[in-house]
């Protein structure tokens, strides 16, 4: 999962794009040591040190990983992608939020 | 090296099963535990030392052999004496993820199906059976039977939850078994009579019934928890009813508000303008 989430990252560097974690693990300074070794450069909630920490018992989650899918609204668009049908999803909403090019308007 | 290993696990199952019938079944159950825990220490070791990856291969064939080995044991036992403590206790780590799973473990299922519906140890299996929802057709029957029969309130409870939860997977599954596709892939991995009923079943019923089952297990079972859980059932059952209602594609997610490791405070609004890949991980 780091390696894809890297380049994920790196490629929409400047792009309308955040990959955010939601981290189940029992102590801070194991996450924070992970983040260190494995360049984990986008930011996590801690969620208490557990798996049934506040957010992800309000989110239901019970297999780990799991993903959502937000556009720039907030809105839920997908779940559970990985791999080329996440980026191909982000893709797509980025998409979404460029500016349609004007139709010409014939004279 | 390897070699001598495979051959050292195999006699280690021989001579711990001759000693087997003079032990008493507690006994006997203990012994069957060592010998898989002792061949999880050998495999351990010599996993470190494989160099190529035809003995590790061979390395975890022989682990499959001393696991369904181990688990044929567990089953001998508890079928021999099933009056017994033991039985159930072998029974229980068959199924619970004691010594892992192999094909053997759905003969334990059966077992608890035909003879422990009613026991009042049942609540950790039922708990346990959600994983085996789509390997073993018989889940959901199994679940449905304990929920009718067994007239404990914590075993009723667990079943309650675990097959709204059942229920709510298989309405997901059916959804993806009407792309005839995914239907072909799935009937290779998954037991063929549970997929044909998968596809014949309504999805928007098995859910709208995950919701009752939701329901009944905060109004009836609120209180109660699974074994080693944090919250109770309710709380849980809470979860899957705000997941189903407000978690959807299409659906506003709900504001997120914390910290990060260093202890400082953002939330998932500060990201609105933004792509979003919400992520829930966690490292092991």
Redesign the interface.
């Known amino acids: 999962m780091y390696p894809h989430e890297r380049s994920l990252v790196k490629r929409l560097a400047g792009e309308p794009f955040a990959l955010l974690g939601v981290n189940s693990d029992s102590d801070r300074t194991v996450l924070k040591s992970v983040q260190e070794r494995e360049q984990i450069t986008w930011r996590s909630w801690w969620d208490g040190g557990s798996t049934e920490g506040p957010i992800a018992t309000q989110w239901n989650v019970s297999a780990w990983p799991t993903v959502y899918v937000l556009d720039a609204a907030g809105v839920i668009r997908h779940k559970g992608l990985r791999g080329e049908g996440l980026d191909a999803a982000v893709d797509h909403l980025l998409k979404e939020l460029r500016p349609r090019k004007p139709f010409k308007t014939i004279p | 090296m390897i070699h001598l290993t495979i051959g050292g696990l195999f006699l280690l199952g021989t001579a711990a099963s001759a000693t087997e019938a003079q032990q008493t079944p507690a006994e006997a159950l203990q012994t069957i535990k060592r010998d898989w825990q002792n061949s999880q220490g050998t495999f351990h070791k010599d996993y470190e030392k494989a160099k190529t990856d035809k003995d590790r291969e061979k390395l975890y064939e022989a682990q499959a052999r001393e696991r369904r080995s181990c688990v044929r044991r567990g089953l001998e036992l508890a079928r021999e004496h099933p009056e017994g403590a033991a039985a159930f206790e072998a029974l229980e780590w068959i199924i619970t993820g004691g010594v892992g799973y192999c094909p053997e473990t759905w003969q334990a299922l059966d077992l608890v199906r035909r003879k422990y519906v009613s026991d009042p140890r049942l609540g950790k299996i039922c708990w346990h059976a959600r994983i085996y929802r789509l390997s073993y057709a018989a889940t959901e029957s199994l679940l449905r039977t304990v929920l009718e029969k067994n007239s404990h309130r914590n075993v009723q409870g667990i079943a309650c939850l675990t097959l709204a939860r059942v229920l709510q997977s298989y309405s997901q599954m059916g959804k993806l078994l009407r792309d005839s596709t995914k239907a072909k892939l799935y009937a290779e991995h998954y037991p063929p009579d549970l997929i044909q009923t998968l596809q014949t079943r309504e999805p928007s019923k098995l859910l709208k019934e995950a919701e009752t089952l939701y329901e009944r297990t905060i109004q009836h079972y609120g209180d109660l928890k699974e074994p080693d859980?944090?919250?109770t059932l309710g709380?849980k059952a809470q979860?899957?009813l705000?997941?189903m209602h407000h978690?959807?594609?299409?659906?506003?997610?709900?504001e997120?508000d914390?910290?990060?490791?260093?202890g400082r405070r953002?939330k998932?609004?500060d990201?609105?303008?933004?792509?979003?890949?919400?992520?829930?991980?966690?490292?092991?």
């Open positions: 859980a944090k919250h709380r979860a899957a705000f997941e978690l959807q594609v299409g659906q506003r997610a709900p997120i914390g910290e990060d490791p260093d953002f998932l609004s990201y609105r303008g933004k792509v979003v890949v919400l992520d829930f991980w966690g490292h092991w």
